[in-house]
RNA sequence: GCCACCGUAGCUCAGUGGUAGAGCACACCCUUGGUAAGGGUGAGGUCGAGGGUUCAAUCCCCUUCGGUGGCUCCA
């Protein structure tokens, strides 16, 4: 006897163990006919947790809880599990059609995603697929969809699966077999397009739906490449993308919110709202900030920079450039010199390195190289050897230079050092919006979002030991200030610690340990889920996160808080304590927006272009119905600019209707219509963005009071005590 | 860096083996109009760059630069 409990609680039982098709088709022929699949679990068990996503066929042999899935939940809502069914069986689907139009592609791994699932197949040499061919196999899908045929599962035991795998030779499907062995599995399990032996198969722990026939609409998306495992050392194989729905309808509205999102798409809006340009000619990965951009990024910074100044921070400014030396002594070099640009070496010298017939990979272990006793002291004061002794050289082989600074923290620690400090001065805030400079590989420049020269909101908090865990909290709390005033709730923290089996870590375990400590202790004040993700540390400590995804659901780091106990070591950074012995301050890195470009351009895609008032580059247009109120208008506009209000009148012989259209695309947030009955009465006919309608009157001194108030509390647009509020009570 | 795709006017995009077009934007003229496009005229392009094939290349081929989507990477 097996006892089913469906979602309902309502319980059905069975004298022998039943398949999920059977339970469904108990409760009825309709449920029975749109089942893809089940979710098992024990009973009374949270299956949308914990239980088990399985196929129609699977039998079930114990008293368990089961959710029928089917396209649609019974709210309406699309089922995540029903389209993780037909993704996954969709990309076996794919697969087939590309091994009948390329013979001799191999297989690797097919997994469903969020939104989509993709293939890694690895063709035979000199063939490749091309964007072109998409309709071919899509034709050929779709032959094998009509077709109907069941997905039937069938399992061999490990020995037997393997040697299968071993005869028909495929190194990647014998790959995933035996991880799944790893992993735990106590068989290998197969699934054939219709007949086992006879129809296409794939190696796959499954579940699948039922038949071809279920998948309604599906569509190839794109080919990327990607590497076996991840590994670029290993083969380069062919990712290709597609996706599937129940229905047609959800094909096309997945189509049309792909495209909403590419008109949100920071890189479209910020080039139709000239808030940024990136040019061919000054370089890849190179933002330059045109006028409208500049004032966006201008008041973040003014706004951080208030917040800053109430939490006692002190502004500093420190140069692009440094010399290596700053750079040996902190670790970034060579540590990192593979993201850098090239060590700026001064023309003298190199002049004397041609002569001399340097070679080039002598005159790179020259640029690494450091003097003994620059080697010895930095070892001493670590503890470990930080400098190995191949890169010790005599002085007169030594070659000096600079480096575009990929990092402000030594600029900072040397701010600090300049002066002695008692334990009473501490903590030291420095801050600054400090550019540096990193050598991101081309394919991985991205808009503004990823970038090879960005300024950071930096910080570097010079603190005691007992003082971490409160800094560290106050550097959240303007986080979270930040992402409060502009209504960003969409973001994951997380902790990052060290790889238990990293090595590239440097540092006390012990100190590590605290540091870690005061990170985890600090994000569980934040009131919102965090994630601790081992091996997401920095080298030289633990970290605090704060993740937004972008209109295509790419995830981007943004706000972030470091602890580091190792420059200060570095950097031989001392404090007089109470007991007149000099002691070791920790340092704090954060940087709340992250980078001013990233943050910029995802806060573009946030508002949609539409930034609220206090941060929009023209807040006011005002648009006079005709020249006759052009003096009125030109009035109106000198009082809001008086009241640092960013205004300006559209002069145009066009009709106001028109005007209307084209601050409507400028994303302005406010109209004010002037007309000869406005200026008589001493009013202005208010509209605002987003709002088709002419919102009312107000008095000429209550809107540029109003619009001035908006700005200064940085509100939201239509934000109870905007001007907007105000109009639509 | 790797794979696929893309590159035509300031922007969005058509187009063709015989040296180019539209809409918007821009300039000028008419129009002075009350809430999402009034009308007309005009200017604007070495078709990303270099090389090759051809009588002839924006179009075909190669190289290169840049962009997009992924992969790898991200102190």
Redo the contacts with the bound molecule.
Sequence with gaps: MVRITLPDGSVKEFANAPTVGEVAASIGAGLAKSALGGRVGTTGANLAKDGELVDLAHPIESDSSLAIVTAKNRDGTVSPDALYLLRHSCAHVMAEAIQRLYPGVQLVYGPPLETNF?YDMLFPDGK?????DFEKVEAEMAKIVAENRPFTRYELPIADGIAKLEKEGSKFKLDNAQRAVEAGSKSLSWYATGEPGKNWEDLCRGPHVPATGKIGAFKV???????WK???KLD?L??V?GTAFATKEELEQYARLQEEARRR?H??LG??LRLFH?D?MV???LILWTPKGSIVRNELQNFIGTELRKQGYHQVYTPHIGKLDLYKTSG?FP??K???FPAIVEGDDLTKLCDSGCSCGELVARIDGVSAQFARELNERTGREVIAQDRVMDADKLINGFLLK??N?PHHAKIFASEPHSYRDLPVRLAEFGTVY??????????MT?VRGFTQDDAHLFVREDQVAEEVLGCLSLVKIIFATLGMHEYRVRVGLRDPDGTKYVGDPANWDKAEQACRDAAKTLGVPFSEEPG?????GP?IDFVVKDV???SW?LG?V?VDYNLPVRFDLSYTGQDNKPHRPVMI?RAPFGSMERFCGVLIEHFAGAFPCWLSPEQVRV???????APYADELVAALKARGVRASVDH???????K???A??EKIPY?A????????NRV????A??????LG?MPFDAFVAGIAAEIDARLLSGAPGTVQAALTK
């Design positions: 993709y490749v697929m091309s964007a072109d998306l794109s080919l990327a490449s990607s590497y991840g590994d670029e380069r062919t990712r993308y798409d890189r479209t080039k139709q990136i061919e370089g890849q990965g970034h540590y990192y593979e993201s850098q990929p990092m923290c990193r050598w991101e590989q081309s394919g991985e420049l991205n808009g990823r997401e540390a920095a080298f030289y970290k295509i659901g790419r780091q972030t470091q890195h648009l006079p119905i005709s020249e006759k109120s145009g012989n066009d009709r106001v209707q028109a209307i259209k084209v409507a695309e109209m219509v002037v007309g000869p009955r406005d200026a008589e202005v006919s208010v509209r963005r987003g709002v088709e309608a002419n009157e």
